[in-house]
């Protein structure tokens, strides 16, 4: 089936999704970004080469460093985010087969667990 125009818009799921990546993408930009900055006032400290690029050149070497890293951790966002939801959709698989297991035995006449119907609990 087609996905139908603007449908991404009432997915939640792809959405949420969206955002962590583009919170990733953002603090890798800082982050890179502020490690290029520091990386670039060294070498314009120590390098006559570093000195004598361009101003235009210079800019598009910081660019790149926070460009490389708002990929990397948006990526690394997305990848954390794509465990975690299945992580969630495995614990709830499993505790819907858990709740037919118990209520089985409970058709069958066995309490839950933690049921007391059978058993009284001495209090100390």
């Given at each position: 089936?087609?996905?139908?125009?603007?449908?991404?818009?009432?997915?939640?799921?792809?959405?949420?999704?969206?955002?962590e990546?583009?919170?990733?993408?953002?603090?890798?930009?800082?982050?890179?970004?502020?490690?290029?900055?520091?990386?670039?006032?060294?070498a314009?400290?120590?390098?006559?080469?570093?000195?004598?690029?361009?101003?235009?050149?210079?800019?598009?070497?910081?660019?790149?460093?926070?460009?490389?890293?708002?990929?990397?951790?948006?990526?690394?966002?997305?990848?954390?985010y794509?465990?975690?939801?299945?992580?969630?959709?495995?614990?709830?698989?499993?505790?819907?087969?858990?709740?037919?297991?118990?209520?089985?035995?409970?058709?069958?006449?066995?309490?839950?667990?933690?049921s007391?119907?059978?058993?009284?609990r001495?209090?100390?």
């Amino acid at each position: 089936m087609m996905r139908k125009h603007a449908s991404l818009t009432k997915d939640e799921e792809t959405n949420a999704a969206a955002w962590e990546a583009v919170r990733g993408a953002g603090w890798g930009a800082f982050k890179w970004g502020t490690f290029s900055v520091v990386a670039g006032g060294v070498a314009y400290a120590l390098s006559p080469i570093y000195r004598g690029l361009t101003i235009q050149f210079k800019i598009y070497i910081q660019m790149s460093g926070m460009i490389l890293g708002s990929m990397i951790e948006a990526d690394k966002r997305m990848v954390g985010y794509e465990h975690m939801i299945r992580h969630q959709k495995r614990l709830a698989r499993d505790m819907e087969v858990w709740r037919k297991y118990e209520e089985e035995f409970e058709n069958k006449g066995t309490p839950g667990v933690g049921s007391e119907s059978e058993v009284t609990r001495k209090e100390p």
